[in-house]
């Protein structure tokens, strides 16, 4: 497992070079990427394409090889393989099938980011991307609402708006860092609330690259533990309509008034 640069093309070991340079294959996402880091390295090696749409039946052939005596590095398009990206499959058939896989570290997006957020880093969670669907996006976020470790997800830039708007509603005035294009000529970080990112962002004619978000640790004390039943008959006896109650709950909880109104009726 050969960590490869996320921007910059310096950022790679001296390790990770040497590998590259004696295995007999190296298994890459996307073959003319991969192309372009050996190309600058000087280094010529027969590559095999194993990306999520070829992953199982690629993964088999991958394993013949191994078995064989071969010696394959997998590489991702950008940082460490397996962080979000390909490579699970594989890894733990060769492990049940006794065949050794290692390590060699470097670049990830997720640690790098991390050490420039100014945000607590002795407990984080990761998260991967945040759902594409602004239904299950705040579902995701309202399950989280109570960690007390600082989130880490990653973005598209045509969904960061929506996400970080979702993240104000859900979350609250917790303190965000965005960190955008790291390593490469234009990164920046960007500090703030939820709202005050979403502002800034959202007057710039064109957002690109790759983006990861981190969000402050939550109060665990903060998330309403009422049952979404009792939260709801509290709303009618307060006075409040039917419908407008459902939609509260559902805001509040992070789901849609189908998923509450379907539960509601269950009891």
Do not use: W
């Not at 295995?23 to 194993?50: F, M, N, Q, W």
């Not at 976020?141 to 993240?167: N, Q």
């Not at 920046?188 to 640790?217: H, Q, W």
Request: with cysteine; glycine share 8%; net charge neutral.
């Amino acid at each position: 497992m050969v960590a490869t640069p996320i921007g910059n093309l310096e950022d790679i070991t001296l390790r990770a070079l040497r590998i590259l340079r004696e295995v007999d294959a190296i298994a890459c996402e996307d073959t003319r990427h991969t192309r372009k880091l050996l190309d600058r390295h000087g280094i010529s090696k027969p590559l095999v394409s194993y990306h999520e749409h070829n992953e199982q039946a690629r993964a088999d052939e991958l394993l013949r090889e191994l078995e064989a005596g071969k010696n394959i590095a997998l590489v991702s398009d950008a940082g460490t393989p397996l962080i979000a990206d390909p490579g699970y499959r594989l890894v733990a058939q060769a492990r049940a099938r006794g065949v050794s896989v290692s390590p060699i570290p470097g670049a990830s997006a997720l640690v790098g980011a991390l050490s420039a957020s100014g945000l607590p880093t002795d407990s984080f969670y990761f998260g991967g991307f945040l759902p594409a669907k602004k239904t299950q996006r705040r579902k995701t976020l309202e399950e989280m609402k109570g960690y007390p470790a600082t989130l880490v997800f990653y973005e598209a830039p045509h969904r960061i708006l929506e996400a970080l708007g979702d993240i104000a509603e859900v979350l609250g005035p917790r303190r965000v860092t965005l960190g955008r294009e790291l390593t490469k000529i234009h990164e920046e970080f960007l500090v703030g609330d939820a709202s005050e990112l979403l502002d800034s962002l959202a007057n710039r004619p064109s957002l690109k690259g790759e983006i990861t978000l981190m969000i402050s640790k939550g109060d665990a004390s903060a998330v309403d533990p009422m049952p979404m039943e009792a939260a709801f008959d509290k709303l009618l006896a307060a006075g409040v309509p039917r419908m407008e109650a459902m939609k509260t709950v559902a805001r509040e909880r992070g789901l849609s008034k189908r998923e509450v109104y379907q539960k509601l009726n269950e009891r």
